[in-house]
C-alpha cells in the first residue's frame, strides 16, 4: 500500500517531472496544482524567511526543471526567484539560498533568462557570508561569461558587465570586491576579456586598502606567460642560418686547425644571435595595454613611499615599477634614489632589489642618474671584505645595469672592476670575465688594451651611443654582400663556357664514394675575404645601392646573417691573433625587456654546503640501512619476565656455581661446533 501511495504524481515530484518533459500538454493540470502550491509556499516562506523550508526547495528545483516545457504559464518564476534572492539573501537558511542559486543557474542554462541581471544579483549574493556559495557562484560568472562570448565577442553584454565590475572593485565589502577581481583576472587569462579596458581597471586594484587585494591586482602584472613563451623561442629558432651551414661552410675545402677555430667561434656568435632573437612574451601583454603608465607608475611611487604594508607586498611594489620603467622607459627619477637605500649586501630579498634596480635602467635615463646607483653596488658589494658570492652579485648587478644604460659606468670603474678576472673566487672571476666580453662588443676603447681580445669587424665598428643619439639607417647593413656575389658569378660565367668533362679512373671503378666539394659554399667565404678588402665608405654605398634597387628574398638575408656573423669571428683588417680570446665560459644571457634573478644570482661554481647540509645529505643515503638489531619486544610490556631473561640478567659471582656454567668449560669442540650453529641459525631466523 504505501508503494502505490508514493507513486501518486502530486506526491512524487521526480516522477512527476520525468513524465512532463516527455509529454508536456498531458500534464499541464499536475503542474498546474504544484505551481499554485509553490505560490502559497511562498507566502508562508515570506512571514518567516529564516526558516529551512524542505518542501518549498523542492518545488522551485521542480519549476526550474521543467521551466521550458511551460514558458507562458512560468514567465514571472526568474524574476520572482531573483527578487526573493535579492530581498532576503542576508537573513535565508543557506541550504534554501544555495538551492535558489542553483534553479536561476539551471534556468540561465537552458537560456530563460538575461545574462546581466543575473550576473548583477550573483554579484549582489557575493557579500554573503557563505564559502561554498562564493565559490559556485565564482565558477559559474567565469563560465557563462565564457558561453556568452564563445562564437563572438558579444561587446553589448561585456561592456555593461565591465561597467558594473568597476563599482564592485570600490565596494565597501572587501570579499566581493576580491571575487570580482579575481573573475576579471581569470577571464583575461582565458582570452576572454583581454582588452585595454579590462587592464585598466584592474590597475585601480593597485591602490587597494585591501591587502589582499592590493596582492592580486601586482600579481596580475607580475605574472608570465609559459605557453605563450614557449610558442615564440620555437618560431624564432626556424629563421637564419643554422649550424648545419656553418659546419658546411668551414668543413669544405682544406683541413686545418685554423677552420676548425674559425667554426667554433662561429658556432658561438650563431648562438649568440640566435638568443638575442628570442622574443620576451611576458604577463599577456598586460603592462602594454595601460593607458597611461608614467602616472600609474608615478601613483605607485607615491605609495610606496608611504607604505605600511608587509616588506613582501613592498617588494612587489618595487618589481612592478622597475617593469613599468623599463619596459615603457619612463622618466620617474625619484625611483632610483629610493632603492639606493636598500642596497646593502645584509638587507632581506636584497638580490630582488637589484633586479629592480637593473630592470628600471633603460637607454633614455640620464648617466647622473644611475652613476650613483652603480657606484653604491661597486663599494657596497664589491669589496675583498664581502664573501664571493656577494662580490659576484654585485657585479652581475653592475653588468645587468650597463647592459641597458652603458654611459652610466666610468672608464676607472670598469677597468677596476675588470681587474677582478684573476681573483681567487671562480665566481666573481667569471663574473668579471663576463663584464669584460660586454664591453668588448659595447666599447672595447673602455678597457685596458690587455682585456679588449682579439679585435674583430664587429668590435672595430662597435661605438657607444651619446645620450639620446638615434641611428638611423637608410640600408640594410650587410647587403652589399649580394652585389659582390653577383660581380662573381658574371666572372665565373666569363671563364668557364659549357659544363666540365668527367671522367671515371680506373681506380673509381669499385664503386667507391668520391667527395664532392659544394662550390656555393666556397663561395661564401671567398666573398667574405673579398669583403674585407673593400673600403668601409664603399660598403656603405653598395649596400645602401642593392636596399634601394630590389626586394630582398628570404635566401637574401640569410646570406645577409651569415656575413655579419663573421664579422663577429673574422680578425679586423691588419690584426693577426696574437692573444688569446679571454671568453667567459658562459654565453652571453640574452637581455629583453624582462630581466629573471637568474641574472643577477647566477654563481658559476657550486657554494660550499654548510655542516647541516652535508649531514642532511648523509642521512638521505642511509635510508635502506638499519638503525639498530631489532629487539625482540614481548606481546604485553606489563608481564613479569621467564626465568631465562632473569638468568640472564644475574651477576655472574651469583651465576658461577651453578651446573650450567660450569658444564659449559667442559665442552668437547664438538659441542661447541653444533651449539655454535644453532645460535647463528636462530638468529638468522629471528631477523
Known sequence: MSGRQSNKLPNNLPQLQNLVKRDPPSYLDEFLQQYRHYQSNVQIFKLEPDKPNKELADLVMFLAQVGHCYLEHLSTFPAELAELLLSYHTVLEPDLRMTFCKALI??????????????????????????????TLYTHIVADIKNINAKHKNNKVNTTLQNFMYTMLRDSNPIAAKISLDVMVELYKRDIWNDAKTVNVITTACFSKVTKILVAGLKFFLGKDEDEKDESASESETEGPSARDLKVRYSTGKKSTKNKKKLERAMKVLKKHKKKKKAEVFNFSAIHLIHDPQDFSEKLLKQLETSKERFEVKIMLME???????????????????????????????????LCAAQASHQLVPPEVIEPVIMTIANNFVTDRNSGEVMTVGINAIREVTARCPLAITEDLLQDLAQYKTHKDKNVMMSARGLIQLFRNLNPQMLHKKDRGRPTEASAEAKIKDYGELEAKDYIPGAEVLEVEEEKKKEGEEDEDGWESASISDDDEDGEWVDVHHSSDEDTGEVAEKLQKIPVEERKAKAAAVSASRLLTQDDFKKIRLVQIAKEVNAAPGKGQKRKNVDSDDEEERRGELLTLKNIEKLHKKPKADKETRLATALAGRTDRKDFVKKRSKMNPHASTSNKEKRRKKNFMMMRHSQNVRSKGKRSFREKQIALRDALLKKKKQH
Open 106 to 135: 539551471l534556468m540561465r542554462n537552458k537560456d530563460l533568462i538575461d545574462p546581466s541581471g543575473l550576473l548583477e544579483l550573483f554579484f549582489e549574493l557575493l557579500r554573503c557570508h557563505d564559502k561554498l556559495l562564493r565559490k
Open 320 to 354: 612592478l615599477i622597475s617593469r613599468l620603467v623599463g619596459i615603457h622607459e619612463l622618466f620617474l627619477f625619484n625611483f632610483y634614489p629610493f632603492i639606493q637605500r636598500f642596497l646593502q649586501p645584509h638587507q632581506r630579498e636584497v638580490t630582488k632589489i637589484l
